[in-house]
Structure formats: structure tokens, C-alpha cells
């Protein structure tokens, strides 16, 4: 096993102490094999998870190759998705825009508060840079130029969301809005998130972006350049990360979207309204690859 392994099981050993019992996804050992298991693989499911209440409102994490479960909370439940919407966004603007497109920033678009460029009503961008600023920063401003541009308006924008929403299946999902902000009817669920982006990452601009963790943009109008450094910080921390989506509002709390590829295991991770998401993603990110290892 993996140096890295080594030290991820030990660590989450440490945190098991006292741990509540709860039942993971998988089947749990026999007596009589788990006598025989070696130390290795004695400690994977019995003991997880290392809390007594769920450190997130919903909690998705399967392995891809085989389509288990690894682990759930609340997988089902409706809430907010805050930025994660961008996925579905930068889908529907792959599908129906072209990237070489030239956009002007609109007043409007300029005026996006929160997580933004501060990017100029009159600017011109790529099609192509205004998806990566959405992407790797969450850049509100960026977003809601590219949906105006590619939609029309964002609300014929967000029809077009919704009838893919319907398309892929993803029956606990609707959205009102092209790029995240909290509405009582834009809600989605751990699981249709998950379906969501595994079908995002079809697409091969997609895959490739999400994984980078820094950009430099430049509008064609001008010569100022905007630096993107990717607010995922996972990237470059854990071996085999590839993206895929952060997302933050007052209501949605902290949220994200993960795909982890080591040791020819294949993880999607979705945790959403987390305190801590990134030491939540980091248990269950160890969890699940020695969970994966110990299977084959």
C-alpha cells in the first residue's frame, strides 16, 4: 500500500476513538473473516465513520468503477447547491455556445455581487474565459455574462437548465437562477449532483478546466489580465484530485464536488452544507480509497 495510505488510515484510526456507530454503505465483515483479516483491512468498515453526527446536511461518496456506495447522508434531500449550479451551467453553455464567441459584458452582468472578476460593463471576453473564470473561481459576474450571451437572457438561460435537468433524469432538481444564488425553488440533492457531473465530465473542455489550478485571462478589449487561482484546495494537496466544483452561499453553507483518481480507484465525493468540508473530504476521501483498495 501507498506511503500516503498508510498515513490516512492511521490518521482516521486515531479519530475512531469514541466514534458512534453508524452504518456504512458497504456490508460489514463476518466474525470469522474479520479474525482473519490482516490489519490492513481490519479497520475499513466497522470503524467509519469517525464522528457521531454527520459533519454535512448530505453526503455522497461512490466509487466509480464498481457503482458502490461507499458512503451516504441525507443523499436524497432537496437543498441548496449554491455554485455546484455552475456545473449544470457550463454544460448547457458547452452544448448550445461556441467558445470562440466574442461577449460584452452587460451592465447587468457587471453588477453580480459576491464571488466575482470585477470585470467592466463594455469589456469583451472569449466565450472560452468567462466559462474558465466561472469554473475556477466561481466568478458570479463571469457566469452571468456567459448564461445572457448563450441563453439570451438568463431566464430563457435557465429554462434551458431545467429541461436538461429533465433530460438527465435528475427529478429533485430545478433551478432559478444560472449561477447559484439561493431561491426556495433552486435546490438539487447529493445524488443528482453526482449524475450531474459525471455527465459534465464527458465533456472534454470541462474535465480539462476544473482540474487546473491556475488561469490568466485577458479581454480582447483591453490589456488587463485577471489571474484565476482555483478555489478548490484540494488540487495539488491530494494525489489523483481532478476537480471538480466548490460552491458557498449564507443558506447552502459550504459545498463540494469531488473526483479523486489513485491506484486504479475512481472516487466522486458530493458534500453538501458542510462547516468543514475540506477535513470532511479529506476523511472520507482516504476512507473511500481504502475501502476501494481492500475490495479487489
Not at 180 to 208: C, K, M
Request: aromatic letters at 6%.
Amino acid at each position: 500500500m501507498p506511503v500516503l495510505a498508510h498515513a490516512a488510515v492511521a490518521l482516521i484510526g486515531l479519530l475512531l476513538i469514541g466514534a458512534g456507530s453508524f452504518t456504512p454503505s458497504i456490508a460489514l465483515a463476518k466474525n470469522v473473516e474479520a479474525q482473519q483479516a490482516s490489519v490492513r483491512t481490519a479497520i475499513i468498515p466497522h470503524q467509519f465513520p469517525p464522528w457521531r453526527v454527520a459533519p454535512a446536511h448530505g453526503i455522497l461518496l461512490k466509487e466509480l468503477n464498481s457503482g458502490r456506495v461507499l458512503y451516504e447522508h441525507d443523499a436524497r434531500k432537496r437543498m441548496s447547491p449554491a455554485s455546484l449550479t455552475k456545473i449544470m451551467s457550463a454544460l448547457v453553455i458547452l452544448e448550445r455556445g461556441q467558445l470562440d464567441d466574442l461577449v460584452t459584458i452587460s451592465p447587468n452582468a457587471a453588477r453580480a455581487h459576491k464571488t466575482h472578476l470585477r470585470v467592466k460593463a463594455g469589456q469583451v471576453f472569449r466565450l472560452e474565459d468567462l466559462l474558465k473564470a466561472m469554473l475556477i473561481v466561481s466568478a458570479n459576474d463571469a457566469c452571468l455574462a456567459a448564461v445572457e450571451h448563450v441563453g439570451g437572457d438568463e431566464a430563457q438561460f435557465v429554462d434551458f437548465m431545467n429541461a436538461k435537468a429533465v433530460e438527465l433524469g435528475l427529478a429533485d432538481t430545478h433551478f432559478s437562477n444560472g449561477c447559484g444564488f439561493d431561491n426556495p425553488d433552486h435546490y438539487s440533492t447529493a445524488e443528482d449532483l453526482a449524475t450531474l457531473s459525471l455527465v459534465a465530465l464527458d465533456q472534454p473542455i470541462f474535465r480539462q478546466l476544473v482540474r487546473e489550478e491556475r488561469a490568466i485571462i485577458t479581454p480582447v478589449s483591453g490589456h488587463r489580465a485577471y489571474v484565476l487561482h482555483n478555489t478548490n484546495r484540494l488540487l495539488g494537496r491530494i494525489p489523483g484530485v481532478e476537480g471538480i466544483k466548490t460552491g458557498f452561499t449564507s443558506k447552502a453553507g459550504r459545498c463540494l464536488i469531488a473526483k479523486v483518481s489513485q491506484n486504479g480507484s475512481d472516487l466522486l465525493l458530493v458534500i453538501l452544507n458542510s462547516k468543514r468540508r475540506w477535513n470532511t473530504a479529506t476523511h472520507l476521501i482516504a476512507y473511500g480509497l481504502q475501502a476501494a483498495e481492500s475490495s479487489r
